[in-house]
């Protein structure tokens, strides 16, 4: 009876897990398609970088703003934006946790 209903469990964690890590790269792609054209055109315009970046990570931050992190060739930036109507970006800097890297 112990086996059973720590199997049952079980079933239902991983079930939760599985879930929880699809929801998550759901979200993520959608704030990469939505910020895509955003990112990409402050790079160009203010930071001289003209290759495409590598979408890494993005993070909802508690005052309703944006930690994306992207890589360009061999460096790191991190992207805060802020969504009123549409994602504004608010600044761009090379400070990232070492867990992104």
Known sequence: MKFKSLGIIALIVVGLLVYNLFCYGFANKMIDEDTHYVIKSYLENN????????????????????????????????????????????????????YIK
């Open 47 to 98: 930071l001289n970088i003209t290759e495409d970046y590598e979408f890494i990570k993005a993070i909802s931050n508690e005052d309703y703003t944006f930690s994306v992190y992207l890589k360009v060739k061999e460096e790191y930036y991190h992207v805060l934006l802020v969504k009123n109507q549409s994602y504004k970006v608010i600044d761009v800097d090379q400070r990232i946790p070492a």
